[in-house]
């Protein structure tokens, strides 16, 4: 091989795509050559160069994320986007004026106790439907417990009488 | 389907996700840094919608690199004038250029970073996928949708008008620092 077909080849050989004999054939060129030698070299620092360069530049994280998000299903990414916007809302820090805070304050005291006298309050039961609620004395017919046997004890016993 | 989808989305994750910045660093190339987000993405997406198709055991990341590039082919490519390069440039040997001992290392790779993006898109293909990705023409062929005769050919332009562009460089940086050593000396 002489400089000529060396250096057609050059591009081959540095790429290692050179057929065996070939490369044997270009080693030993190169052994004897200086000047192909060079350009061996020079060609071999382009690549090394071309190659950190290009190496240099990473790619956005959040690149990353919408790559990962093409194949997540949209169900998925609907939930996590939601979980996400729920933990930022509950971490996000509101600041309320004074004055709105104490009328917030009141309105939710006032209620509080509202609620609290309304529980206390004697609850009515409630009467069946088409049934008037009276007083036993007054109920016709009606006996008083109290004035029955000192209101200690009574005894209530259901008979079935018999039709005559 | 939900397993089998779920299936193909974890297949997805290991195989395609991990060559993201391998295809990321050429679409920058490519392009700009503020498109080539844009151009991986979609290539991604191209890559899942036909992801089935793809072969387990074969090379993914040349997979993904012919997906970039059709997707760069398709949409992305530059409408513009490239002055085209004359043949007779390129034919005979090319004569030996001194310039790596012109620049310092950072110099250098400034330089080599601008030459490379004066570079002819084609050339720069070639020379990304085989210098960078370092895949063998036969792949690099397979990605550019060529024969490996053209591969060979671009890769053959690309460096010399690489290696001409550095010594351009360097002449220019050479005349650059004669001036200021004229300049700063002491007149009279």
């Given at each position: 091989m002489d400089c000529k077909e060396f250096r057609e080849e050059l591009d081959q050989y540095v790429d290692g795509e050179l057929p065996a004999d070939t490369l044997l054939a270009g080693r030993s060129h190169l052994k004897g050559c200086i000047a192909c030698g060079r350009f061996e070299r020079q060609r071999l620092l382009l690549r090394s160069s071309v190659k950190r360069v290009v190496n240099e530049p990473l790619p956005p994280p959040e690149l990353l994320d919408k790559v990962r998000a093409i194949a997540t299903p949209a169900w998925r990414r609907w939930f996590t986007s939601l979980s996400k916007g729920a933990k930022a809302i509950w971490h996000q820090k509101v600041a309320i004026p004074m004055p709105a805070f104490a009328l917030f304050f009141i309105a939710i005291a006032t209620f509080g106790i509202w609620v609290v006298s309304k529980r206390t309050a004697p609850i009515p039961s409630p009467a069946p439907l088409g049934l008037k609620t009276v007083t036993p004395a007054r109920?016709?017919?009606?006996?008083d417990l109290t004035q029955f046997d000192r209101g200690e004890r009574a005894v209530i016993q259901k008979v079935r009488l018999r039709n005559p | 389907v939900r397993l089998h989808w779920g299936r193909l989305a974890k297949r997805f994750e290991l195989?395609?996700?991990?060559y993201l910045t391998d295809v990321y660093r050429v679409a920058r190339q490519m392009s700009d840094e503020s498109r080539a987000p844009d151009l991986v993405q979609e290539t991604y997406l191209r890559a899942w919608k036909y992801f089935d198709t793809f072969e387990p055991g074969t090379n993914c990341r040349a997979w993904l690199l012919r997906i970039l590039h059709n997707v760069w082919t398709d949409?992305?490519?530059?409408?513009r004038l490239e002055i085209p390069l004359n043949d007779s440039e390129f034919s005979g040997i090319e004569p030996y250029y001194?310039?790596?001992?012109?620049?310092?290392r950072e110099e250098f790779s400034q330089a080599v970073e601008r030459a490379l993006s004066q570079l002819p898109e084609m050339y720069r293909w070639a020379v990304l996928l085989t210098d960078?990705?370092?895949?063998?023409y036969q792949e690099a062929a397979l990605v550019m949708n060529c024969p490996i005769g053209t591969v060979m050919s671009r890769i053959n332009r690309g460096r010399r008008a690489l290696a001409r562009l550095l010594r351009a460089e360097g002449e220019n940086r050479v005349d650059e620092i004669n001036c200021l050593v004229i300049k700063s000396q002491p007149e009279g």
């Open positions: 109920a016709p017919g009606g006996l | 195989t395609a996700v991990p949409q992305w490519r530059q409408v001194s310039w790596e001992d012109e620049f310092l960078v990705e370092e895949l063998s």
